[in-house]
């Protein structure tokens, strides 16, 4: 009141007029002072609503950004299903970012470097493919020291070891038996993870007849690693689960095993839609019958 006074008395004393733009307020105003309260109250609403606003954006920012391992997950497995690879780099430098140590988070950020691996080599990009192999290394010698009872570890490692043949296959004599001991350790520390026999299948799916490929054995352990998967309950983002289904289906075409090849990719496109990438992993050759 007694600011307002002040002001009342000074445009009194003085006869200023109020300000053009409040001239209807004052003129349904009783007198000056109660024109200057209904401004300074606006006035300090307007602030104290600029000063919240600025207090709760960065709260709001920060919680808007803030992506979990379920979003990952999921962006990974909508852009594969989708046949559209090209995200995925930009998601797992996402990941890195956070500087997560936590366990989950770094074998999840493996697992995305692993399938990126593996498309890369599929449309002969090889030195994308070396890039992230050579990162996955730092990722896996600091992972399994800390954790070397860890199976899905032990199963990337002897993926990786197959990813470095692949890079240069002269040196198969020396990480053949690496990549092997680590698919063996993964199922000896837990037979009822089913990376270890993905891997495995793997091994024996990619690798030459002369060198010990076997593709129908590779279907056996394939099979019982989608026995273990489907034995839980399937997250419904997990690209895993549909890369190995991806691997039956090539194994079933490959070896001639036509029927349950067509009943098992209708299956897949029941859950995953079109697939419009499918023929293109499998192979058109074996798919059209040729």
């Not at 307002?4 to 002072?33: A, G």
């Not at 990162?135 to 896996?140: R, T, W």
């Not at 399994?144 to 296959?169: D, M, V």
């Not at 289904?245 to 079109?274: H, P, W």
Request: net charge neutral; charged share 25%.
């Amino acid at each position: 009141m007694i600011i307002c006074s002040f002001v009342c008395e000074t445009h009194e004393n003085q006869n200023i007029k109020p300000h053009r733009h409040i001239e209807h307020i004052r003129k349904n105003t009783t007198n000056l002072c109660e024109l200057r309260v209904y401004v300074v109250k606006n006035i300090n609403m307007k602030y104290n609503l600029l000063l919240l606003t600025l207090m709760i954006l960065p709260v709001l920012a920060a919680t808007a950004q803030k992506k979990d391992l379920a979003y990952y997950q999921c962006a990974f497995f909508e852009s594969y299903r989708a046949g559209n690879m090209s995200p995925w780099p930009a998601l797992i430098d996402e990941m890195e970012k956070e500087k997560s140590t936590d366990v989950v988070w770094q074998t999840e950020i493996l697992k995305a470097m692993y399938g990126l691996v593996g498309y890369e080599f599929g449309i002969h990009n090889i030195e994308m493919a070396r890039t992230y192999v050579d990162k996955a290394d730092v990722y896996l010698d600091n992972l399994l020291e800390k954790y070397p009872r860890n199976a899905q570890l032990h199963s990337l490692a002897g993926a990786f070891y197959g990813y470095k043949i692949a890079l240069a296959f002269y040196k198969a004599p020396f990480l053949g038996p690496k990549s092997m001991y680590h698919m063996d350790k993964a199922i000896e520390l837990d037979p009822a993870e089913p990376m270890g026999y993905i891997e495995k299948g793997n091994s024996l799916q990619y690798r030459p007849a002369v060198f010990g490929g076997d593709k129908l054995e590779a279907l056996k352990f394939y099979r019982k690693a989608l026995a273990l998967i489907e034995a839980k309950p399937v997250s419904k983002c997990d690209w895993q689960h549909m890369l190995l289904r991806a691997f039956i289906l090539k194994n079933l075409y490959e070896t001639n095993q036509t029927a349950e090849a067509e009943a098992f990719l209708a299956a897949m496109q029941k859950d995953y839609g079109s697939m419009v990438w499918i023929k293109k992993f499998v192979g058109a050759e074996f798919m059209d019958g040729k």
